[in-house]
């Protein structure tokens, strides 16, 4: 038998501050009926769709120390990954890494943290990712050119 993930816990050192932060960037909202308020340690946000695992913010005394050992990687829903970086960091997130680009044109990431230093990566878009594999495709399914034989 296997286990499956009930939801993600996020440490933090203002619950609420960081929920209000988050909900935005995954399109989640409050649980239905159980509304996050100013002064709650524990807030949840939730994909009302709920296709995505729910996220839970819980106050703790100590600060972040070190780097995450796990992260999330973003996919956005509808925009490209650059459009979506950009989106991220006018509502504050920080920059910590630039992988755009590392394994060619196109290709690649960002490392970004939001207010609390929680780091987490934005990916390219479910599209922005099929066309590059069509695009490999294509280029693998074209002959390989010949040289015209000498006369």
């Keep these: 038998m296997a286990s499956f993930i009930s939801h993600l816990t996020v440490d933090c050192s203002d619950a609420y501050s960081l929920s209000q932060w988050w909900k935005p960037v995954l399109g989640y909202q409050d649980v239905p009926g159980d509304p ?23 106050e703790v005394p100590e600060g972040k120390s070190a780097k995450n050992r796990l ?16 989106r991220l960091i006018a509502h504050g997130a920080t920059v910590l890494g ?11 990431w960002v490392t970004l943290a939001d207010p609390e ?17 069509e695009t490999e ?8 050119p010949t040289e015209a034989a000498d006369a």
């Design 36 to 58: 996050n308020l100013p002064g709650h340690d524990e807030c949840m946000i939730v994909d009302p769709a709920g296709k995505g695992v729910p996220v839970l913010f819980i």
């Design 117 to 133: 230093g929680n780091e987490f990566c934005v990916l390219r878009s479910e599209a922005e990712a099929e066309a590059e594999t």
């Design 98 to 108: 630039d992988h755009r680009g590392k394994y060619g044109p196109g290709t690649g």
């Design 71 to 86: 992260h999330l990687d973003l996919r956005p829903r509808a925009d490209l990954r650059d459009t979506e970086i950009e």
């Design 137 to 144: 495709a294509e280029t693998a399914a074209q002959p390989a």
